[in-house]
């Protein structure tokens, strides 16, 4: 249940960093909930092999390569999904950052509840 929980969150983090974000479109909820599925799974199966292969420029990069590894991902969901877009590399940059700080602040509210 709690797993369901949290697919929403981050399906409603996409639908509200597509309002904040011009070069991003989501078309509706149903398109937001198969985004956040589409991210978990390719986060989950695709992300650790983009990892491995880009090790070096990462290392010599300090870490900082990882975020174009993020944005990777995030064209690969735009690729796979229809009604899902995003604009340029730097849109898909800013999009998985501000993504992880929305995906924290509302999973934050899911721990609160076990105190």
């Not at 989950?44 to 090790?55: A, G, M, R, S, Y």
């Not at 010599?60 to 877009?85: E, K, Q, R």
Request: charged share 10%; no cysteine; glycine share 2%.
């Amino acid at each position: 249940m709690k797993s369901i929980i949290k697919l929403l969150l981050n399906a409603l983090a996409v639908v509200i960093l597509s309002k904040i974000l011009s070069g991003v479109s989501v078309e509706s909820y149903t398109t937001a909930i198969i985004v956040a599925i589409v991210l978990s799974l390719l986060n989950l199966l695709v992300k650790p092999i983009l990892v491995i292969l880009t090790f070096p420029i990462t290392v010599f990069t300090l870490g900082l390569f990882l975020l174009v590894v993020n944005a990777i991902i995030i064209f690969l969901a735009d690729y796979l999904i229809d009604g899902f877009s995003v604009s340029s590399i730097w849109i898909a940059i800013l999009f998985s950052i501000l993504l992880s700080i929305l995906q924290s602040l509302l999973h934050t509210l899911l721990k609160e509840d076990k105190k």
